[in-house]
């Protein structure tokens, strides 16, 4: 009866390749998010979705970028990976009432996914 | 510059006992506020959102305060148990953002 799920929940993987996070959830929402956890834990919002539609894009470098095949799916993938990207990637949803940036409701998370570049 | 900041960083308490975390921030317009439970390894889970007119808002032993006024909140743990070591995450809702804060890391311990 997982709500938010992530696959894979580590990934391990050098510099310059390409690799994709997948994200879904169950609950029936309509907005999705991807978020950047950082080592001092601060999350940042990466992208939002809302009915398969782009409608937050944070200062996030191209190389990054969101596929929302469906409303229950949103992945993310990474081109040419950096040193930099290494951090803990959540994805998260929220009810269909919200739909604006940032959402009122509240956001139900994925348990994360570590990215470690070597 | 929006910001949310929290105090203290971390926090080691005996099981049993109480505790309270801090949140001041400097958001503005000011929509609602957060308060967030992260598990070591798991995404965050959601304690309270309190809007503006919300001074107290109680969810089991979790009180968090509000005051809008000076800019701030904290959450007070009752009766604390070992199940509460987590991160504890106030975040800001303002302009259609979600403003995270640093998170206060508690430990507790038997």
């Known amino acids: 009866d997982t709500a938010v799920s992530q696959t894979p929940k580590y990934l391990v993987t050098q510099m310059g390749n390409d690799k994709s996070i997948k994200c879904e959830q169950n609950?029936?929402?309509?907005?999705m998010y991807w978020y950047k956890q950082d080592s001092k834990k601060f999350l940042k919002i990466m992208f939002s979705y809302n009915n398969k539609e782009l409608i937050i894009n944070e200062t996030v470098p191209n190389r990054f970028s969101p596929k929302s095949p469906d409303k229950a799916h949103l992945n993310l993938h990474i081109n040419s990976l950096e040193l930099g990207d290494s951090a803990v990637y959540f994805c998260?949803?929220?009810?269909?009432?919200?739909?604006?940036?940032?959402?009122?409701?509240?956001?139900?998370f994925g348990p994360g996914t570590r990215l470690t570049v070597l | 510059k929006n910001q949310v900041e929290q105090s203290p960083q971390s926090l080691i308490i005996l099981e049993g006992k109480n505790c309270t975390l801090q949140?001041?921030?400097?958001?503005?317009?000011?929509?609602?506020l957060r308060w967030y439970k992260q598990d070591t390894g798991r995404g965050p889970v959601s304690l309270t959102i309190?809007?503006?007119s919300e001074n107290t808002k109680s969810n089991g032993r979790y009180t968090a305060t509000l005051d809008a006024d000076t800019k701030q909140s904290s959450l007070h743990i009752t009766a604390s148990q070992l199940s509460d070591s987590a991160s504890y995450i106030c975040v800001v809702y303002s302009n259609y953002q979600l403003i995270w804060g640093a998170g206060t890391k508690l430990i507790i311990k038997p």
């Open positions: 309190m809007t503006f």
């Open positions: 998260a949803s929220s009810p269909p009432s919200s739909g604006t940036k940032g959402g009122t409701d509240t956001q139900y």
């Open positions: 949140c001041n921030y400097t958001v503005s317009p000011f929509s609602n």
């Open positions: 609950l029936g929402h309509d907005t």
